[in-house]
């Protein structure tokens, strides 16, 4: 399990002190909605270089607070990376339409949003939503899914807890890491 105030510290220390004190203290006020945006916003302001992992690790803490995959995805993307390997990746293909539970053995209600890779074995963290009548796929993801990707098969399927609870799921199934 990971502390929520371990992340927000370790974020907020991506920042300048200045900006790093307001994140802070969104986050001590119960107001981490804003607290997200102004991370993402003096991100890229500042034009502080992130790792893959810390991308990936935002996105979760947006999706926690509601504010994923919008409105924090497309202004994550624009972070500049800094250029060093990572164990895991964001999955931005947002063109690609929504896999079929079924391709992997899960129920025909389901629909995957594959979203984190882990660049050591392949394998990925899936959203799986439901169908809303209207058409468009439900806000929350209804469970996570680790995907073996070379074989098409969905090895864990987590139907409770957190994003953070899915992310560990994916790196202790990785055979390949140190």
């Given at each position: ?6 992340v ?14 307001e ?48 409105p ?5 993307s ?22 079929p ?12 949003i594959?979203?984190i ?11 799986a939503?439901t ?48």
């Open positions: 399990m990971t502390s929520e105030a371990a927000w510290h370790r974020l907020a220390a991506l920042l300048p002190p200045e900006d790093a004190q994140v802070l203290e969104f986050w001590g006020i119960g107001e981490q909605e804003g607290g997200l945006e102004l991370l993402v916003s003096a991100l890229l302001k500042h034009q502080v270089a992130i790792d893959e992992t810390t991308r990936a690790e935002i996105a979760i803490v947006a999706e926690a607070w509601g504010m994923w995959p919008l924090l995805g497309p202004l994550l624009q972070c500049p990376g800094n250029g060093t390997a990572s164990a895991l990746q964001l999955i931005e293909d947002t063109a690609r339409s929504p896999l539970g079924t391709t992997v053995g899960l129920p025909d209600h389901l629909f995957l594959p979203w890779s882990c660049t050591a074995c392949g394998r990925a963290l899936a959203r939503h169908r809303e009548p209207w058409g468009d796929l439900s806000y929350t993801p209804e469970q996570y899914v680790i995907l073996d990707t070379d074989q098409g098969v969905a090895l864990q399927v987590l139907t409770q807890g957190s994003g953070w609870d899915a992310l560990m799921a994916l790196r202790t199934s990785c055979e390949r890491q140190p």
